[in-house]
């Protein structure tokens, strides 16, 4: 992938910080890498959670932040209104929508049913050939392997290709999906 422009990550993740620090602290090295890059944050505009762990290590890095909401979780969420760009919408598509526009690469942190809603629908994407864009999972701590087994079950009982995986690629740390991440964006 060659852009003409600086390129921009997806983050999906959890509102939550979750139970394991090291998900908190895997947050802060990748919003300050995506800075030190020079790569555009994109993601849900929220300042809870490991959202907002992300958010902060990229601006406190000096990185541009391009984040939206739907209005209905400006409260919930705690909108970060000093992003470099801060759109709100109408509706939760119209979020999705805009983050995977605005996007050159998606990675999914640790997160819960909000974080997979984002994963699925931009894997679905992807095998029904709507996007090319590479998917990658950081798997701190293994934290996505129930979810690698749920998609060998989905693939061993026939409901889908072999290929569904290869759309996928796992980190197993923010090292390695720094360098998978330069790999694909140069
Ligand atoms: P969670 O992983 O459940 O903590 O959620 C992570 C993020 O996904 C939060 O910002 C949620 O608001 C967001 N989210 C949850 N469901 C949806 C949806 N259907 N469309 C867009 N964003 C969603």
Known sequence: MSLSRSASVCVYCGARPGRDP????????????????????????????????????????????????????????????????????????????????????????????????EFFEVLTWRQIGLHEKPIFLLDTNGYWQPLIALMDHLIAQGFADASL?????????????EEALRVALS
């Open 22 to 117: 090291a998900f908190a602290a895997a947050a802060t090295d990748l919003g300050t890498a995506l800075a030190a890059r020079g790569w555009r944050l994109v993601y849900g505009a929220g300042d809870v959670g490991l959202m907002g762990i992300v958010a902060r290590s990229a601006q406190s890095a000096g990185g541009e932040t391009f984040g939206v909401i739907p209005v209905h979780l400006m409260n919930m969420e705690v909108g970060k209104r000093d992003l470099t760009q801060f759109v709100v919408t109408e509706t939760m598509h119209e979020r999705k929508k805009v983050m995977f526009m605005n996007a050159d690469a998606v990675v999914v942190m640790p997160g819960g049913a909000g974080t997979l809603d």
């Open 165 to 177: 995986k290869d759309f996928v690629t796992l980190c197993a740390d923010v090292p390695s999906l």
